[in-house]
């Protein structure tokens, strides 16, 4: 597993380990119906959101053989935490990972989960050394999509129909980049769409 040790700066936002100080803010968020709407989860509690909080903090800091990074993303205007995001990747000679999280709704469209997202990849390729990183989403969910690869991020698969999730089929969209198509995408642009992705933290 892998915590932040120091808080990550990006242009609008401070990206930091989770703490149990972002209770609040985070039962809003997981308590939201739109957040849950294209993931695997269920609105929460805030005994549920307490729990799974926990448990997260609780992550040892030692890398292992396979790794979930939690960030806490802050508004420094609000000093909220708007935000949840996961770098999951496995140590191994494949050196393959995975991005997504959720984004409270006030602040869809902004740009902020695609700045969330090029932050994760820079952690995940300059740090960690990672050669590919996926984001899957919910084939209907068109904001995390147009984030993924605001991002810089392409489609390589669209599967339908391939998992039922909340009683209905969904398709799947798999996003995906490797380091050096990274190296080679513009980081400084501005992004103006945005939603979340899977998977929880």
């Known amino acids: 597993m892998a915590q932040l040790h120091e808080p990550r700066r990006t242009q609008r936002l401070i990206l930091r380990k989770p703490e149990l100080a972002d209770l609040d803010d985070l039962s809003l968020i997981y308590a939201n119906e739109e957040v849950n709407r294209?993931?695997?989860?269920?609105?929460?509690?805030?005994?549920?959101?307490?729990?799974?909080?926990?448990?997260i903090i609780a992550r040892?800091?030692?890398?292992?053989?396979?790794?979930?990074?939690?960030?806490?993303?802050?508004?420094?205007?609000?000093?909220?935490?708007?935000g949840y995001f996961i770098l999951k990747w496995t140590a191994n000679e494949h050196r393959q990972g995975e991005i997504g999280g959720a984004l409270h709704p006030e602040f869809h469209g902004q740009g902020f989960?695609?700045?969330v997202y090029r932050e994760l990849l820079n952690i995940g390729f300059a740090d960690y050394s990672l050669h590919r990183l996926v984001g899957s989403c919910d084939g209907?969910?068109?904001?995390?999509?147009?984030?993924?690869?605001?991002?810089?991020l392409h489609q390589e698969a669209h599967f339908v129909e391939n998992e039922f999730v909340k009683g209905e089929w969904t398709d799947?969209?798999?996003?995906?980049?490797?380091?050096?198509?990274?190296?080679?995408?513009?980081k400084g642009d501005?992004?103006?769409?945005?939603?979340?992705?899977?998977?929880n933290p």
């Open 140 to 152: 209907r969910n068109t904001p995390s999509i147009k984030s993924l690869t605001k991002a810089g």
């Open 60 to 82: 040892p800091r030692e890398i292992s053989s396979e790794n979930e990074l939690t960030v806490a993303v802050i508004s420094p205007e609000s000093g909220r935490v708007i």
């Open 190 to 199: 501005e992004v103006h769409d945005d939603g979340v992705g899977a998977p």
């Open 38 to 55: 294209y993931l695997y989860s269920e609105p929460r509690d805030r005994a549920q959101t307490l729990a799974a909080l926990e448990k």
């Open 113 to 115: 989960a695609t700045e």
């Open 172 to 186: 799947e969209v798999v996003m995906a980049i490797r380091i050096d198509q990274w190296k080679g995408f513009p």
